[in-house]
């Protein structure tokens, strides 16, 4: 090896060392010493390897090597800092969505950050610095090159095969590292190719976790009547019936909860594909990936459905979204599940925009209009609505802000306060459309379900962290407060309230759904229950919470480091202890049940 490039390997090495610190100190409050030698060894390995190649190119290979590794870090920061999960090499399948989201990703961004590209400014000094470095570390004869080199695959190898069954994401990258993981990441996945697909109905009922109240309770009280699904965007449960001064901040949907079946123990469950997700998991009853978007993993495949059976029943079935269908894939995703049509900004055009598509005002108003000639063609009808105006970053335009709950000073600038706003308009929406369907006919002919895709509180400020102890009186748990949505399940013939305490899920909708419209899905695969069938129910949880994670009637179950560890909090006193070995087993047996959800994702066959 040369001197110039011992000098700059040796300067690089060590600046990609602080940079792996500096990220794994902002994401784990503690570290790992085997973790860090494993990030280091992978580190040296690479750097040792670019810095033997014989000629100029690899000094320019350390450079590029250098910036890589402070992107990979910054975008490992940002995306944990919204999703709260490690970032892998599988989401570069989504960069073409990056200048949409660019304004989420400046609102994540923090000034320290900018210390990942500090080394850049010392290079620009490189002439003067190179002096005073010292450079013998990396001079290394043949001999010595091929030890080190067989010592940090022997090193690497070992760490990333006894690192392989660990299940909690966050425990895996502490013992590996950001450049570990993503090697971990894609053994995982090379190794999932090879194996068997087939699930068997005899494993699929050994897992399930439920207990079956009576058979089919309410089963097809709603038949014949139309659908109307109303996805909203990132609105989490404790808006119902939340007063601000004294003033209710969701008035429309707390006045359908009075006249439906409302579960307020309900919990989102969508992955990477967040929005797009929860429209899968809602119409397929199938856990997601968790790391890719469903629309991308089912991709010209076809997916038994929701859809697709009320399809074969006759009903015409839409879905209605304002940005452009091809954001999340969801052209091809509409495809795989099987609906008829679909309407997208081409439909509802760019008047009146907040975030990706026109105001949700706007998008219902255009909605009913279809709805109103299926109604007229004299076709039941399946629609499926994704809301949108309370997007992350919850930038509500001033205009919009008369038609939301007013907000005492102390939220004034504050995330909260905007998401509180962004929802109250969301709100404000859905009664105007409400109103609407009474108006067409339509509302005393539907059964509408009614829900929020995800989480969208953010904890940013002390201003933040105030205003959320304020609202919820007691710690905010990052399950079963943050991923806590509310469930609205309106039935025509039902006037009476009913406040439902089982424990549900995304994957549940589906077969609910179908139990009240009159469907026979006693033949289809579904992951979920009907949550007025059951009275034990048992949802698992992955990806903004590590897996392992899962809700019960009794509690939440977190993962600990290790696979035999973990915590329970308490449903109701909310108390943390340790894991008793019954929860321990309930996990594992959770895990088992999303894999075979998983191997039942590969087994679909192709599109015709
Ligand atoms: C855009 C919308 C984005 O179409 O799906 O919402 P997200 O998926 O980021 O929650
Ligand atoms: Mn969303």
Redesign the pocket.
Known sequence: MKERNAKLSLFVFFSLLLKSLFVKYSIMDELNIVGFLTEMAFLALFIIMVSSIRNKVSSILLLILNLGYSVLCLTTLLYFDYYNTIFTYKSLGEIDQVGEISDSIFALFKLQYIWLFFDFILLCFWPKLKRILPFSLFQLGPKLFGLTIALLLFFTGTSLFSSSKIINELSKYEKLGIMGYQFSEAATDLHSIFSNNDISAESLQKNRHLSQKGTSRLFGIAKDKNLIIVQL?SVQNFFINLKINGKEVTPNLNKLVKSSYYFPHFYSQVGKG???DAEFITNTSIYPLGDVPMSTAVEGKAVPSLPRILGDNGYHTATF?A?SVT??NRNRLYQSLGFKEYYDKKYFGTNDIIS?GVSDVVMYHKTIQKLADFHRNGKNFYADIIA?SS?FPFKLPESKQVNTVPLPKEYDNSFVGSYIKAVSYADYAFGKFIEELKRAGLYKDSVIVVYG??QGLQIKTDQDKQIVQKIFGRKYDSVLDHLNIPLIVKVPSVEKAKNIPTVGGLVDIYPTVANLLGLDISKQIVFGNDLLNVNKNQIGIRFYAPTGTFVNQFYRFSPGKTNDQGKILSLNERKERAAPASAIKEEEKMIKYMKLSDQYVKSFPKLK
Do not use: A, K, P
């Open positions: 965007e967040n929005t797009s979204h940005n954001f999340w990706y949108l997007h895709d995800h």
